[in-house]
DNA sequence: CGCCGAGTTGAACTGAATCAAGAAACGTGG
DNA sequence: CCACGTTTCTTGATTCAGTTCAACTCGGCG
């Protein structure tokens, strides 16, 4: 029921009008491990995370993956190349733990903001938002050593720190795993 | 007379209407060196580049120039976190080259995506882009060499390539103009 | 002509990657 | 609830890409 609150808080409409929505949205459950999206793919849909957590990910010509991003609770996955250019996907989604999702069709953000001036303008602050976060972590990429971006991470997703296993935020960092491991065993040592 | 064209090619609007609305924004010139958004700002408007050349950057802690985006002609920039959260800019913006901009204020593009159903998916689009194109730089950053970087941005952009000083070019890839110099002169050397 | 900023080159250094081996933690089935 | 196998994390030794600092070259511009 989260994505019924998100929406309530969100915008103008009415609970009618939402409970309509909803009926054409799909609520799914993937287990721990499973893939919601494969490279190639062209998704007909985005992904609202109502519980559970998602990865979205590369794998390059090494067979290395490279994490983009983690999707907690109330956040929003989607294959842009596909929902906008049709194009097909060059990221893998998958569930990091049993995670419940709302499929929503492309059209229907897109719609909802045709109607309803209030959505319009959340959902360009959703994606101003997200172009921020972007920005900033290229950013951070550009002049922060792995520490600080460990440290980074961990003031920004202190709840996911925890929820992954650490080779996965060595992936998102753009780090190896065992430098990962070094820089925490160097920061728990600074604190004694 | 680019802004026209550009809207021209983009909307269902009317010559009429178009050139009404070109009225509502200003023309303004920029000498090289000079800056259009210092940070700490809180710029009132978008600009599109008409001719010439900007980059948007930070400056870090030790003094550190890093180079966000390159904007030549055709290219919005804009401060979202000052347009969308009222905060005050992370960012300058100066002008390579001489440079004529399009003043575009923040409520303008917004105001058309409501208007003209067109316009809003147009935008979307252009937002949408924008965002995959930060994320193929963040997966980039993460997996590929220094080398690697550089010959993607002379494929990404010939033009900027010779338009900026190389240090520039080290900036926006996040590695020092020493390590440029010498990737450049491999590169030549293998060729022969 | 002489200066000045941009680029180059060299040598020493360093943060992080890699490879390899072992320790811990985890969960799955008996 | 224990035992086993798997995955995850740690640790060490070595290598390497890229940084730093400093000196030098080059091309343009006043």
């Known amino acids: 029921m989260q994505f019924q609150q998100f929406l309530t808080q969100n915008t103008q409409f009415s609970d009618d009008e939402i409970t309509k929505m909803l009926s054409l949205?799909?609520?799914?459950?993937?287990?721990?491990?499973?893939?919601l999206v494969r490279e190639g793919d062209k998704p007909l849909f985005s992904f609202f995370v109502e519980k559970g957590l998602l990865k979205?990910?590369?794998?390059?010509?090494?067979?290395?993956?490279?994490?983009?991003l983690f999707a907690p609770e109330n956040w929003f996955v989607s294959?842009?190349?596909?929902?906008?250019?049709?194009l097909p996907s060059s990221y893998f989604i998958e569930a990091i733990e049993d995670t419940v999702v709302y499929l929503i069709?492309?059209?229907?953000?897109f719609?909802?903001?045709?109607?309803?001036?209030?959505?319009?303008?959340?959902?360009?602050?959703?994606?101003?938002?997200?172009?921020?976060?972007?920005?900033?972590?290229?950013?951070?990429?550009?002049?922060?050593?792995a520490e600080d971006r460990y440290i980074?991470?961990?003031?920004?997703y202190p709840d996911i720190t925890y929820r992954v296993p650490q080779s996965m935020i060595a992936s998102y960092l753009g780090i190896a795993p065992e430098s990962l491991s070094r820089?925490?065993?160097?920061?728990?040592?600074?604190k004694e």
Chains 1, 2 share one sequence.
Not at 56 to 68: F, N, P
């Open 111 to 145: 719609e909802l903001s045709l109607k309803e001036e209030s959505f319009l303008r959340f959902n360009d602050r959703l994606l101003h938002n997200h172009i921020l976060h972007l920005q900033k972590r290229i950013t951070f990429m550009q002049s922060a050593s």
């Open 79 to 86: 294959i842009r190349e596909s929902e906008f250019f049709n």
């Open 105 to 109: 069709k492309h059209q229907f953000l």
């Open 152 to 156: 980074e991470f961990i003031n920004l």
């Open 183 to 190: 820089i925490r065993k160097e920061l728990s040592d600074k």
């Open 25 to 35: 949205c799909m609520e799914k459950e993937f287990k721990k491990g499973s893939l």
């Open 56 to 68: 979205q990910y590369t794998i390059d010509a090494k067979g290395k993956e490279h994490i983009l």
